[in-house]
């Protein structure tokens, strides 16, 4: 509008200008006994008296003819200068409304980022990191944010990394179907829709979807969508609003199901992260054809520089693990971790194999454990329901938090030094009151009681803010701890200042009782991780930088989607660190094309190891991703190895049959 209004402005200053000028220049040169006899003469002197208009001492003659000079060469300066004014205020406006970020962006092929949270920083840096030098896309982001805040916090969080990539910010709510056609999402390669973390975060990316649905169309034609939301119970209504090109990824449940499944693996989230991030080896797909009629087992050992994980079958179900057994169709392609796909080339690896150095061990059984979460949030639920499904029978968890005892009644307070239930791991617990589980029958002496559930879940309420009762804490007799902060807003302004101070008092008791513990932490910025004090190496969990890592991979390949939602559920097959002893015989110097085939003879595959000896060591703490076939390595008994494989307590055979679809989200 304010364009229009100023181009009209401009267009009736210039005839104005003009009507005067034209007709007095002519009078001029008509009245003048000097000018020129002829017609073409005359307009001639006409046109060039019009150009002379504002050199008002060069008409001379009559007062008339000097008066009506002046007058002719006054309305000119006047229609001139206001012109000027009108076209300067016009090229400022528009300044001003490229640096507010509301100009239309003319890119193909970008990807569109809508919404602003804790995540963008790490997605706008990991696509930039995935951009092929030689053909970088635009990251165009639109919040309704300040256009030159967001481009200064992007520049603090990705660096000169991002330097080739173009990085274009815009302003507005994205939830106006007006202001999203400034991303111009039609023409993009990709569109990304981040949840802000804030109160009615998840309604906001409805509205966005829905946004998206209206300038888009609701057919299959547009460009993929991945958006992120919190809570579950918005993960069906945002699906369907994002439409089949959509993929919605639920935060919260990804992050309680990582959080559980480090507690019994320690170093699980150091190698998930570095699956994540594109700084070394990630997931891709590949053609199948080389494998095409054989076994997927020859597959494993078919890549010297890349590790098989699974299958992406013809008609586009994954399957992760599958027997070895199992036929490569025509069509299929292969899930491979890989440094890009060009460097994914067969090559048989079969020779490297020495039989004499796999071990015939049996894995060792894993037993019942008791477990403390210290602090509660929105996530521990989710957190609990994920230990329940993974727990071994007889498993204990302890709740400790100084909020109201989410179980199913009010709890009695007990003292923080109060030793809970005795029991060894594998025996029943003894349920008292004050120690209600969350779920679950009651289980008095009768003799048809019902079977316990695998984790019995008791509560307490204790000051955690009180080091004392942290100090209290007899952490001798628990197998893995969690701390969940407290939710923003629910105490002090920073929830990770409570962790950090969580974490600090445990680090007091480790060095009080010469005990390592087994922590699961969880932060909420990923700029406290150097801060928090734990042991090199630990799990730290940052929900908002694992989500980015995640949107970011997917973008690059949707059909990763299914992998990612397979590898963080506690059903299927998991990323998991096993003994190295059940591998190879310890003391014996193999090549990982060893580990490899022993890890096939158990049904698993093989995409790396840690060194017990460097786990301590930065920046990789002892993890080989993706190693060659042929590396050679001396194997120590607390070396682990990294296998894809199910969970050890749904198997009965070595190889079971678990080739299934997994839905995406």
Partial sequence: MRDRLTGTTTGWLVITCLAVVVPVSTLLVWTDPGSPRSLSGRLTAAWRTSAETLRLGAVTGTPLRMTLAALLGLVALLCVSTLVGVITTGLADRMAELSRGRSTVLEQGHIVVLGWSDQAGTVVSELAAAQAPDRPRAIVLLADRDKTEMERALAARTGPGSGRTPVICRSGPASDPG???????????????????????????????????????????????????????????????AGPRGTVLRTDTVTARLIAQCVGRPGLSLVLRDLLDFAGSEFHVVDATPFQGGPFGAALLGYADSCVIGLLTADARTVLNPPADTLVEPGSHLIVLSRDEDSARPEDCEHLVDPSAVSTAA??????????????????PLVVGQLRRTARPGSVLDVVTDLAVPGPRAAEPLPATDPGPQHEPGQEPTWEPGREPMSGPSHGPEADAPAPPPLAVCFRSAPLSHPETLLGLDLSRYDGLVVLGPEPGAGPDRPDDWTLVTLLGLRLLEESTARELRVVAELTDDRNRPLAPVEPGSDVIVSGNLTGLLMAQITQNRHLAPVFNELFSADGSTVRLC??????????????ATVVAAARARGECAIGYRLHERRALSPDHGLRLNPHKAARHRWNSKDEVIVVSADPAGRSDPAPNRSRPVSAG
Avoid at 365 to 374: D, G, N, T, W, Y
Avoid at 579 to 584: D, E, I, N, S, W
Wanted: net charge positive; glycine share 8%; aromatic share 4%.
């Fill in 179 to 241: 202001v999203l056609t400034l991303v111009s999402p039609q023409t993009a390669s990709t569109v990304l829709v981040l949840s802000s973390g804030e109160p009615g975060a998840d309604a906001e990316v409805l509205r966005i979807l829905l946004a998206l649905r209206a300038v888009l169309g609701t057919g299959a034609d547009g460009p993929p969508v991945l958006a992120a939301v919190r809570e579950d119970r918005y993960h069906a209504p945002a699906r369907l609003a």
């Fill in 363 to 380: 894995p060792p059984p894993e037993k019942a454990s008791r477990l403390l979460l210290l602090g509660w949030n929105r996530r521990a």
């Fill in 579 to 592: 003994p190295a002893g059940t591998y190879v015989r310890p003391g014996s110097e193999a090549s990982f």
